[in-house]
């Protein structure tokens, strides 16, 4: 298939959970509190996007295969566009723009304050992520980049803090996260790489 189709069907399948929210949402089939699961639905798909771009360099370094790192780009900008989304279902429909409220809510509610903080680092790697200037920031580029680990850790911990009860999803969300973190210390990937199965050292 060629590389220009199948990054379009990458692209229409990420977009396909915002877009079946809102068909949902215009079509009042999100149930009795549509902003709690707007709000809930796109924090997860953030938090999966996120965890996806997190997930690309592990595994072309433990199977051999280089195509994923074609699609890190477009899935971590997608990261960015929930996290955008997310933001403003906060901002206008959960809050309806009370900027004194959104702003107690920051400064009060640690698990806000640290999805807000999350949300602002984001937007950097958002903005840094076009060729221009991968090539004006040099090597300092590859250093801002490394916020992606904070982010994840932000996500998680975000995550976590506003689960009252249950904590399983978090906690599988949390596990994760830390899987692809150790999957990038290098004694290990030297280990997992030497015993990958033939099948995908070609
Ligand atoms: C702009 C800053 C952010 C604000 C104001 C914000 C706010 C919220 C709120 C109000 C909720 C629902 C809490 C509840 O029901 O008690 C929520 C849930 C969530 N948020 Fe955020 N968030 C922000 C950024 C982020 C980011 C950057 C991520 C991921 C990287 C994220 C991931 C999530 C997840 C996974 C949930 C829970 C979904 C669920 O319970 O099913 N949020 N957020």
């Not at 549509?34 to 953030?46: D, Y």
């Not at 250093?143 to 009252?164: D, E, F, I, P, S």
């Amino acid at each position: 298939m060629p590389a220009f189709l199948i990054k379009s069907v990458v692209f229409l399948l990420c977009l396909s959970p915002a877009v079946w929210l809102a068909w949902q949402a215009f079509n009042d089939q999100l149930g009795a509190n549509p902003v709690e699961v707007l709000t809930h639905q796109s924090g997860l798909w953030t938090l999966r996007f996120l965890l996806l771009t997190l997930a690309i360099t592990p595994l072309r370094t433990l199977s051999g295969w280089r195509y994923p790192g074609r699609l890190r780009r477009m899935f971590g900008l997608y990261t960015f566009f929930y996290a955008l989304l997310h933001f403003l279902i906060y901002l206008a429909l959960d809050r309806a723009l009370f900027f004194d409220d959104i702003w107690q809510d920051i400064a009060e509610r640690p698990y806000i304050m640290i999805g807000f903080t999350t949300f602002l680092m984001l937007l950097p790697l958002a903005i840094t992520s076009n060729n221009r200037s991968m090539k004006r920031l040099g090597k300092r580029w590859k250093q801002l980049h490394r916020l992606v680990y904070l982010c994840g850790l932000g996500g998680v911990l975000h995550y976590l803090w506003l689960v009252k009860a249950d904590l399983l999803n978090p906690a599988i969300y949390l596990t994760i996260f830390l899987l692809l973190m150790l999957l990038r210390i290098k004694p290990i990937t030297t280990w997992l790489t030497f015993r990958r199965p033939s099948l995908f050292s070609h």
